[in-house]
């Protein structure tokens, strides 16, 4: 019986071993049916775990050729666990092809979302350079799920390239989608704590041309970011802590001063946040 929920300790490692053993003895008998079937009974689960070391333990196998098609078999499967497999599968096999990968998760991004967005993670860390021009394309998608998916695991480089950060985030700042909204601004946070000059001063730059849904996003932003920047200033008396905060307060009092009435008045609204305690404790 597989376990439902969370990682696999010793126990349950030696117990999928074994399953995976009589699994490969299967398949070198030519039993490749009967394989399958106890592969996708042990995938017909909700473990997020058991997916991915069954996954990666199926690359092991030495008849790659074999395996290989077993696997395109398994595409598109009905199961969700096995589909998630297949993608744990591709990603050890083609660790050091990442265009392979791309072109699997352009098929699979869709139907298995949790396992795309592990491995949009990785990639990010491992492949800064491929992933910058690939997730520029999916931020272009007609498609709302893949075009957030395209800042999934952006945060690798959000401090330190602020100017492709930027780039890629006005490309859906005006969006409606709230799950697209919420992920422009975490990843627009992480950017603006790693380089908050060149950041604010974009920021600036996006409000004189002011969308009701563009406002609302970066509204909700500074308020986090002035929110984390008095509480590290008030904790952490760290030189950087302090570099953010003064650039912080001294851009929404410029904001506050400014001729143009969108940048006036979010730096008024957000002055008047910083005076208020209450309401930042309750954000």
Known sequence: ????????????????????????????????EKAKDIIIKMLTTPNYFIREFVGKKL?????????????????????????????????????KDPEKI???????????????????HEMWQKYPAIMKKEMMRWAKSEFN??????????????????TYITTIIELNLDSDNLELQKKITNVLTHAVKGSPAECYSFIREWLTNPSETRIKTLYITMKKLVSIAIHNHTNNKSPKNDEFYLLTMQSIKDWKADPDKSISSMGEKLVSYVKNPGQREEN
Not at 145 to 162: C, F, M, N, V, W
Request: aromatic letters at 12%.
């Open 1 to 32: 019986m597989n376990k439902d929920l969370g990682r696999l300790d010793f126990r349950d490692i030696k117990v999928y071993d074994e399953k995976m053993s009589k699994i490969f003895h299967l398949l070198d008998e030519g039993q490749t």
């Open 59 to 95: 690359v092991n196998y030495q008849n790659k050729e074999l395996m290989d098609q077993l696997i395109l078999s398994f595409l598109g499967h009905k199961v969700y666990g096995v589909r998630a497999a297949v993608i744990f599968y591709y990603n050890l096999k083609f660790n």
């Open 102 to 120: 791309i072109s699997l998760l352009e098929l699979c991004w869709n139907d298995t979302p949790w396992e795309t967005e592990h491995v949009l």
């Open 145 to 162: 799920k893949q075009r957030t998916l395209a800042y999934h695991g952006i945060e690798a480089i959000a401090g330190s390239d602020p």
